[in-house]
């Protein structure tokens, strides 16, 4: 049965930069449930929004109408060893899915760097990982079940309404409600992580060539410094012996210097701009290197307490090494203090409508700001510099580009307003954030 519950004063997202307040909130038990709360919100003239983990930086996610929680929808529809496919309910949390797909000895392919997002949130905005050879999240989908603006229930997958399916399976929560996701899974898999520092000019120098060598590859980049660390994962088979950090080490880089140390940096440069780059040339040494093997998604994802806002920008990967130095540059001239490491990462060419890597081997770039710091000067400079690049932005993080500059940047930008104007031609799925995006 639906819970509908009174507007809570507000709604806030992890960065604490976005916050609404919806006219109702409403927790479906049941896809007919779930069907029932759009109809209702419909008759009552109120707009309705899915809302995932509230992980996004924009204001993707947020409404004044019925905010929809897919919590009580969570968990494994089906699933099948054989070919990999698992179907789970749209409100299942990343980090639920190993759990949910052991008995299968299944694995997602790829993962981003946390695991708290529910699989329809990620899905929608692109979340994505690394890899040159990998794509994002929604490359992943093989089918979906959808609850659509007037209420109807409809599958849809490459073979049954393709339409619908290439839009919604990366559909910035425009198209409908996702009830259900199959999965294309494969067998479970261990990574072996390699990470060690290196400096920037040979890593920007040497990139590709890793990128061309190992599965997974990213790596941090400390502004102020000529510092970086480098990550590699390899993919092993899952009868591979583990070798996992110790629970020591673990918690000496995972927990105490990347959140408690680092937090305490990020307020010490709050309060001393002047300290960070000093405070950058610590961090950048602190996290030596490392080796170990684990489960996959016990190496893809990190716990992250310190709140930050974040902008991220897909560009063809030959343009990084411009990107990056540009970047440096904006920096110095602006005399601003950063005490967040950028982060670049690769993902293969795609064919996703709204896939930040349509068409494209793409190279991800993403700033970030500590969440008691301004950011808009500074991410503002970063997409000069990413617009023209071709940059597209990461649908779930800061920018402030409106449909008129997004349009040309997306092959299919018509065809994906067209499914949107055939299924919700009353935007019963709309907010201010996709009146932006993709306008009225
Ligand atoms: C600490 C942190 C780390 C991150 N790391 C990465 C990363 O490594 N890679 C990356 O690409 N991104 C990353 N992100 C961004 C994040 O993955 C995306 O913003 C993602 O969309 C958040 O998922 P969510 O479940 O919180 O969705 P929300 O933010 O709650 O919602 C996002 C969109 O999905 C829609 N939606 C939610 N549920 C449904 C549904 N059932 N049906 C239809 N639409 C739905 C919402 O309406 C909204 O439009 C990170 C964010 C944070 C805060």
Known sequence: MTVVSPPATSWVNWGRNQRWTPAAVATPASVDDLAATVLDAADRGLRVKPIGAGHSFTSIAATDGVQISLDALSGVVSADAASGLVTLRG???????????????????????????????????????????FGGLATQVHGLTLVLADGSVVDCS???????????????????????VT????????????????????????????????????????PHTTGTLYKQNNRLPGHSERQPLSR???WWDDEFLSNTVFAWACELGRAAPRAIPPLAAVSARALGAREYTDHSPAVFTT???????????SIPRAALREAIRSIENVIDQRGWRISFPIEVRVAAADDLWMSTAHGRDSAYIAVHQYHRTPYEDYFRAVQDIMVGLDGRPHWGKMHYLDASALAGRYPRYTDFLAVRERVDPARRFGNAYLEQVLGS
């Open 91 to 133: 409100g299942t949390r990343l980090r639920d899915i190993p759990r949910l797909l052991a008995p299968y000895r299944l694995a997602m392919t790829n993962l981003g760097d946390i695991d708290s997002q529910s699989i329809s949130g990620a899905i929608s905005t692109g979340t994505h990982g690394t890899g040159a050879s």
């Open 183 to 222: 999965l294309q899974c494969e067998p479970a898999f261990l990574l072996h992580a390699v990470e060690r520092p290196m400096p920037l000019g040979a890593m920007l120098e040497e990139f590709d060539d890793h990128c061309g060598a190992h599965d997974h590859v990213e790596f941090y980049w400390f």
């Open 303 to 313: 716990q992250r307490r310190v709140r930050f806002r974040e902008s991220e920008w």
């Open 158 to 180: 490459p073979s049954e309404e393709p339409e619908l399916f290439e839009a919604a399976r990366l559909g910035l929560g425009a198209i409908g409600v996702i009830a259900a």
């Open 248 to 250: 020591g080490r673990a």
